[in-house]
C-alpha cells in the first residue's frame, strides 16, 4: 500500500464509527479551544504592554538610582540616613510601604556620564504642585511626570509637548479636561494652564505653560501632567526660592541615555556597569517586566488545565482505536495475508489517532478564535474602554500551529497503543476471529 493509500484509508476509516469519532474528537476541542484560549490571552496582554512601552519610545534611556540600605521597601524602622530621599515608588504588595533611595548629587551625575555605554545623563527634578487652573476657575490636584527624551505618550488630542522647546509646554491627563472646564479634549489645545507650587516657607509661585496635547493611555497617571525639561526646571526654580545653591542638586533619579541603536547586549553592559559603581539602572520594559511575569504565570497556570483536558482526551482516543482494532481484526489478518506488513498496519492505526487530533484541534482553534475575538472586541468597547488598543484575546499564527502539532503529538502517542497491538495480531488468528 502505498504511502498516499495509506494517508487516505486512514481519513477514511476515522470516520467508520461517526459517533464515537465525534465524541473523541469533542473531547480533544475542549482542551485545543481552552489551549488557544489561554494562550491568545497571554498574546493580547503581553502584545498591547509591548505596544505601549514601543509607544513610550524610550527603550535606550535607563532610570538610574542610588539604593540606600538595599534599596528594599520597609515599613519597619531603619537607619537614619542623611542622604536618603523618597523615590515617589511604593512595594504594591506592602501598602504603605516607601522606596528610600541615596540622593544623587552633581557629583553622582558626571561619575554616572563617564560609565560605559553612557551617552548623556539628565537628573530628575522632583516638583509637588499644589494645584492647577485654567483661567482663574476651579483648583485641581496634580502631580509633575517628566517627559524623557524620546518618548512619545498616547494622546487623545493635540501633540505632545515639544522637549527641546524653550516655550513652557505641557500636556494634560484625559481626567482633567471636564473638570478644567473645556467641552472636549480638542478645546484643551492651546489654552493656558497655571501651575502653583509653594517655597520652603511655603510661598505660593504660579507659572503658565501652554496646553499642546491631552494624554491617555494604559499607563498614563490619571493626575500627571506631562511636562518638558524647560518647564521642569521652571517649577523646580520656583519651587526652590531661597533654598542655597549647595542644597539644590539633590535627586531621586536620573535618566541615563545609551545609544538608540546600542543592542541588548549594550544595554546590559551599561547596567552592569551602574550596579557596579553602585548604581541601579532600568529601562521602562524592566519596570514592566514584572507585569508579564505575573500574566505569563496566570497563562501557564490555565494551560496546565487545558493539558489535563487533553490528558483525559486522550483516553477517549485510545478507547475509540482499541474498540477501532477489536472490530476490524478479521480486516487486519486480511491485510497482513496480503502482504501488509506489521509496520504499515502501525502506521494506518497511528495515522487514525493523528487524524482524530487534527480535527479535535482544528475545530477548537476555528471556535476559540471565533469566540475569543468577539469576546475581545466587545470588552473593548464596554470594560476595557478606557485602555485604547487593547486587543485582550489575539492570536498569534505561530502559537496555534504550534499547539495543533503538539495536540497532533499526543494524540499519537495515545493511538500508539491500540496501533502496536494491531501491528502485532496474528493473520492467521485473526482471520478466524469471529
Known amino acids: 500500500m502505498k504511502t498516499t493509500d495509506l494517508v487516505s484509508t486512514a481519513a477514511s476509516n476515522t470516520f467508520r464509527s461517526k459517533t464515537r469519532t465525534i465524541l473523541t474528537v469533542l473531547a480533544i476541542f475542549v482542551g485545543a479551544s481552552t489551549l488557544t484560549l489561554t494562550n491568545g490571552l497571554g498574546t493580547g496582554i503581553n502584545r498591547f504592554i509591548d505596544d505601549t512601552v514601543s509607544g513610550i519610545g524610550a527603550s535606550d534611556v535607563l532610570t538610574v538610582t542610588k539604593a540606600t540600605g538595599g ?47 553612557v551617552e548623556k545623563v539628565e537628573p530628575t527634578k522632583a516638583v509637588k504642585i499644589d494645584f492647577v487652573q485654567v483661567d482663574g476657575g476651579e483648583r485641581y490636584v496634580a502631580s509633575a511626570g517628566s517627559l524623557i527624551g524620546g518618548q512619545t505618550p498616547q494622546l487623545a488630542a493635540g501633540s505632545a509637548p515639544d522637549d527641546s522647546a524653550t516655550a513652557l509646554q505641557t500636556a494634560i491627563p484625559q481626567s482633567l479636561v471636564t473638570p478644567l472646564g473645556f467641552a472636549s479634549a480638542t478645546d484643551a489645545i492651546g489654552a493656558t494652564l497655571t501651575i502653583a507650587v509653594s517655597d520652603p516657607v511655603r510661598t505660593q509661585h504660579l507659572v503658565e505653560a501652554e496646553i499642546t496635547g ?57 547596567k552592569t556597569a551602574l550596579t557596579d559603581a553602585g548604581y541601579s539602572g532600568r529601562t521602562v520594559s524592566d519596570q514592566l517586566g514584572t507585569f508579564k511575569a505575573v500574566i505569563d504565570g496566570i497563562v501557564l497556570v490555565l494551560n496546565a488545565f487545558a493539558v489535563i483536558a487533553l490528558l483525559a482526551a486522550s483516553f477517549g482516543i485510545v478507547n475509540t482505536l482499541l474498540m477501532s482494532v477489536q472490530e476490524r481484526t478479521r480486516e487486519i489478518g486480511l491485510m497482513k495475508a496480503m502482504g501488509m506488513g ?79 497491538r494491531a501491528a502485532r495480531a496474528d493473520p492467521v488468528e485473526s482471520l478466524r476471529y469471529e
Open 342 to 420: 506489521s509496520g504499515r498496519v502501525f502506521s494506518l492505526f497511528s495515522l487514525e489517532a493523528v487524524f482524530l487530533g487534527l480535527l479535535g484541534s482544528l475545530i477548537g482553534a476555528g471556535v476559540a478564535m471565533v469566540v475569543g475575538s468577539a469576546v475581545s472586541a466587545q470588552l473593548g468597547q464596554t470594560l476595557f474602554s478606557d485602555l485604547p488598543g487593547l486587543q485582550l484575546i489575539a492570536f498569534d499564527p505561530v502559537s496555534i500551529l504550534v499547539t495543533t502539532v503538539a495536540i497532533m503529538a499526543i494524540a499519537f502517542l495515545a493511538g500508539s497503543l491500540p496501533a502496536a
Open 214 to 270: 491631552v494624554t491617555e493611555g494604559a499607563f498614563a497617571d490619571t493626575t500627571s501632567l506631562t511636562t518638558t525639561p524647560a518647564l521642569e526646571d521652571a517649577l523646580f526654580t520656583a519651587q526652590n526660592t531661597g533654598v542655597p545653591t549647595d542644597q539644590l542638586d539633590r535627586y531621586a533619579s536620573a535618566s541615563a541615555f545609551v545609544s538608540p541603536s546600542a543592542t541588548t547586549a549594550q544595554i546590559d553592559e551599561a
Open 71 to 117: 534599596g528594599a521597601a520597609s515599613t519597619g524602622p531603619q537607619k537614619y540616613d542623611p542622604e536618603s530621599v523618597a523615590s515617589g515608588t511604593t512595594d504594591p504588595g506592602r501598602p504603605g510601604a516607601t522606596t528610600e533611595v541615596s540622593a544623587l548629587t552633581d557629583a553622582d551625575i558626571s561619575t554616572i556620564a563617564q560609565l560605559p555605554g
